[in-house]
């Protein structure tokens, strides 16, 4: 279980995104969010969902356990679900209703422990650009650079592959150690690190 601190001043405090829980009639949702102050959106015609802000990590609280048993030989499984959000105050840490981009929770991981690779697994062999278009095309590889001008034209979706590539950048801007970054599927990831597949994403 991992704790991940945000800042309370945030600007995704100010506007909630992520749908969490159940679904609820109209009406339900009305009166839960005049009760305890909630926001409620229509989620994909199945209902209405609370929505929870989504602000970025800044802090993996248990970072230097992680280091320890990583050191001790034995493979972690942390920030499940970007990590439990936790503010700092005077009292010490609160817990906010939130969630935390995966993603970005694993970049800060993965550059707290001075990892040379970030692989982030996920249902595409490759990036790709105008995806799901007839000119859709895959990229083996791209620079930050590149990237960043890939996000100005709008090329990839919010929710989906924006905040992988995004998280890519982070972990590749900020290593010293000239490391890359690598997006893949599960399926494929041994041939992705052989080269055969996946985009690699370099400084």
Same mark, same amino acid.
Do not use: W
């Given at each position: 279980m991992?704790?991940?601190?945000?800042?309370?001043?945030?600007?995704?405090?100010?506007?909630?995104?992520?749908?969490?829980?159940s679904f609820y009639s109209k009406e339900d949702a009305d009166a839960i969010a005049r009760e305890k102050g909630f926001t409620f959106v229509e989620d994909s015609g199945r209902g209405y969902r609370r929505v929870v802000p989504s602000p970025?990590?800044?802090?993996?609280?248990?970072?230097?356990?992680?280091?320890?048993?990583?050191?001790s030989g034995v493979i972690v499984i942390t920030v499940g679900g970007g990590?439990?959000?936790?503010?700092?105050? /005077? %009292?010490? !840490?609160? =817990?906010?209703?939130?969630? #935390?981009?995966?993603?970005?929770?694993?970049?800060?991981?993965?550059?707290?422990?001075?990892?040379?690779?970030l692989i982030i697994l996920t249902a595409v062999?490759?990036?790709?650009i105008n995806f799901n278009t007839p000119d859709q095309k895959e990229i083996a590889s791209m620079t930050i650079k590149e990237a960043e001008?890939?996000?100005a034209e709008n090329q990839f979706a919010p929710g989906?592959?924006?905040?992988?590539?995004?998280?890519?950048?982070?972990?590749?801007?900020?290593n010293e150690h000239g490391g890359t970054a690598?997006?893949?599927?599960?399926?494929?990831? /041994? %041939?992705? !690190?052989? =080269?055969?597949?996946?985009? #690699?994403?370099?400084?």
């Open positions: 991992t704790q991940v601190v945000v800042d309370k001043n945030d600007p995704g405090f100010q506007k909630p995104t992520k749908p969490v829980g970025l990590p800044k802090r993996i609280v248990e970072l230097s356990v992680v280091e320890q048993l990583v050191a990590g439990i959000p936790v503010i700092e105050t /005077a %009292d010490g !840490l609160e =817990g906010v209703a939130a969630v #935390i981009d995966k993603d970005r929770s694993s970049a800060l991981l993965a550059h707290g422990v001075h990892a040379d690779k062999d490759r990036v790709c001008a890939y996000i989906s592959m924006l905040p992988k590539v995004q998280s890519c950048i982070e972990f590749v801007k900020n690598l997006i893949t599927s599960l399926a494929r990831a /041994a %041939d992705a !690190l052989g =080269g055969a597949t996946g985009t #690699i994403i370099t400084k």
